[in-house]
């Protein structure tokens, strides 16, 4: 070859087809979009048809609720609600101070908001507060930040909100302290906390779906961090469940650096009896895909920050959650799932909150409520 034709020759550098003479401008090709892969696949392997993922929901559904460890939850006891405050909040709704019964010898508080103007029964929510020490207090917007005031938010949008607080938070810190697990796990040895709290969070659909001013077959739920989390795990086992959205949940168990966590040896132990197995590098047999798999074809939104853990770890997610837009792909029904990835961190700022809300408005909400109008000529 010669000098000339060496110099008109195109070189193959790092997959671009790149000219000698404009090597800082590339040639891009045309190519068809390449199959995104990844460790999530695994959710739909064998799935092709809705009647495939139902067979496989069933496997994923034993799996969650053995993870749960839910063959150790108590019976079911009479709620015995009680009202033990009423105030009304600027004329717009009505806050109640309640407690209903969790267990035998165990009552649940919560804050319980119902708005004063109502035509029928509303739509309502489960509002799920993060690792704090008054849980319901701060969710009800009385202390801490007004940023996670859902219930207040909520119920001047028209909303019935039931904020409980958490098993080992406000009405019920242990004498140990804020979050402490130890108690619970000496009376049930084989139960988990992930599965109490979600037990306690259905019981508080239950209170929702007693109450004449609700409409029991629009209910949602929220929350943040712990609440976050606890959203999924509740829109995963409860059906009644209509519209869930959790914002800056936890890392999974896979491809996190901190999986321990999950099974800590002191203070908040989420699943006490993963812990063998994750000091050996060994996980559990379903992870956070499949979990969130089981909330289709309900609605489910998923807001987290890119920068809200390891970097690498929370990029895995929107591969995680791609993948689970599939199963709602499959069962015919994708705009009922969808995610917000932001570079907030570990927040719920303004708009988090609104997609948050708005997501509610669209999926618990009659039609009307978010239709859009032409504008109407004057005459």
């Known amino acids: 070859m010669t000098h000339r034709q060496a110099c008109h020759s195109l070189l193959i550098f790092f997959g671009f087809v790149v000219s000698p003479i404009h090597a800082d401008k590339p040639v891009r090709l045309r190519s068809d979009a390449p199959v995104i892969e990844s460790s999530w696949d695994d959710l739909l392997e064998g799935v092709e048809t809705v009647e495939d993922w139902q067979r496989h929901r069933e496997v994923l559904k034993r799996r969650y609720l053995e993870l749960l460890r839910d063959d150790q939850k108590p019976n079911r006891v009479p709620l015995d609600l009680q009202v033990h405050e009423t105030v009304e909040v600027d004329g717009i709704y009505e806050r109640r101070l309640i ?13 319980l908001g119902v708005p004063l103007e109502r035509e029928g029964p ?6 799920l507060h993060g690792t704090y020490d008054h849980g319901k207090e701060r969710a009800a917007g009385l202390i801490d930040n007004p940023d996670k005031a859902y219930l207040d938010h909520l119920c001047r949008r028209g909303y019935v909100v039931i904020a409980p607080d958490h098993f080992v938070a406000g009405h019920r810190v242990p004498p140990e302290g804020p979050y402490e697990t130890g108690r619970f796990h000496q009376k049930h040895p084989e139960w988990t906390s ?22 029991g077959e629009r209910i949602g739920a929220l929350g943040h961090s712990l609440g976050g989390h606890g959203t999924m795990f509740l829109a995963a086992y409860d059906d009644r469940i209509k519209a869930a959205a959790g914002n800056c949940a936890a890392s999974f168990f896979r491809h996190n650096p901190n999986v321990e966590a999950w099974s800590r040896d002191h203070w908040y132990v989420y699943f006490k009896h993963l812990r063998p197995g994750l000091l050996k590098g060994e996980l559990p047999p379903i992870d956070f895909h499949e979990i969130m798999a089981l909330v289709a074809p309900r609605a489910y939104l998923d807001v987290a920050g890119l920068n809200d853990g390891p970097p690498l770890t929370q990029r895995q997610r929107a591969l995680m959650l791609m993948k689970v837009m599939d199963v709602y792909e499959i069962v015919g029904v994708p705009a009922n799932f969808a995610f917000f990835m932001h570079g907030r961190g570990h927040s719920v ?10 997501w509610m408005d669209t999926h618990l909400k009659p039609s009307e409520a978010t239709a859009t109008y032409l504008v109407q000529p004057t005459e």
């Open 122 to 127: 509303l739509p309502a929510v489960v509002a």
């Open 99 to 111: 407690s209903y019964a969790v267990e035998v010898d165990e009552r649940a508080h919560a804050y």
């Open 349 to 358: 700022e303004h708009e988090s909150r609104a997609l948050i809300y708005a």
């Open 194 to 215: 992930v599965g109490k709290f979600t037990f306690e969070h259905s019981i508080a659909v239950d209170v929702l779906q007693s109450m004449d001013e609700v409409d």
